[in-house]
């Protein structure tokens, strides 16, 4: 990534401020939507968490890097992956539930799932029910 890149600064809901390159914040559907603005109020997302998300894009976003000299690796970015989810018992649950209310309202504002086929539509919401009921359990 080059220090010239775009860069969007993401606040989270107890006020820090985040300045991202623009590719990590792609990563994240629910950003792609409100890009257009230069600072995007994470009303439910803590500082805590948005930080391990904004790491976790980060090291995606060079996951898929064009040069292979600043590529990661897949059996690194495994690795990587794995360690990230190391967390106390509150992080993950507060991690948890944010990608759950991210993938809720993903699947939310998806205009394909109109399109979808009802055994299509029933499956993704299937998965939306479970992982709400992992994170309650």
């Known amino acids: 990534m080059s220090s010239s890149s775009k860069k969007i600064t993401l606040k989270s809901s107890d006020g820090e401020a ?3 390159d623009e590719a990590v914040a792609l990563e994240s559907p629910t950003i792609k ?3 257009a603005e230069n600072v995007i109020p994470l009303p439910d997302v803590t500082s805590k968490i948005l930080a391990k998300v904004i790491e976790y894009c980060k090291k995606h976003v060079k996951a898929q890097a064009t040069n292979p ?3 990661t690796s897949d059996d690194d970015l495994k690795a990587w992956d794995a360690e990230l989810v190391q967390l106390d018992t509150d992080t993950l649950f507060c991690l948890i539930q944010s990608l759950v209310d991210l ?3 993903t699947v939310a504002d ?3 799932i109109k399109e979808m086929t009802p ?3 029933c499956e993704v919401l299937s998965c ?4 709400g009921l992992l994170y309650e359990a």
């Open 18 to 20: 985040f300045e991202v």
């Open 33 to 35: 939507d409100d890009c």
């Open 69 to 71: 000299d600043n590529r």
């Open 103 to 105: 993938i809720r309202q």
């Open 110 to 112: 998806m205009t394909m």
């Open 119 to 121: 055994a299509a539509e």
């Open 128 to 131: 939306i029910v479970c992982l």
